[in-house]
């Protein structure tokens, strides 16, 4: 395992290449989002990234290939998570807003982030939608 985690606009990141080094940076990153949800990327070597939301009591997913080119994927939950509601996160400088239907719960997001991590893909425990 080997992979970039950014947050802050202007600062590298931390690089984490084990488990308890991810689940620490995460831990770095819920602490900033208590303040204001956000969004952290999650870049592998190979320059694929996953995208989670954090701060809030449920989570969005995106990924993005490494040649920027599409297809790109987002995570498909219930919408019944957020009783139909948008959920909003600060991303690098912006609020994105993504719809009811990309949330899902916290805990499978980053499950699916380890999974990320580990294996180099999407989690097939979460059902995705091209974007």
Known sequence: MRAKIT???GEAGVVVTCD???RQALADVERDAAREPLIAEVTLDG???LSIGLGREVSVLSYVAASGNPPYFSSQGSSRVRDGKGVVF???GHWSEFP????VPIEDAVQAVRYFCRY???SPQLQWVEV
Do not use: K
Not at 100 to 103: C, E, I, R, V, Y
């Open 7 to 9: 947050w802050r606009s």
């Open 20 to 22: 308890d080094e991810l």
């Open 47 to 49: 320059g694929d990234s």
């Open 90 to 92: 600060y991303y690098y």
């Open 100 to 103: 009811a239907s990309a949330a």
């Open 120 to 122: 180099g893909g999407l």
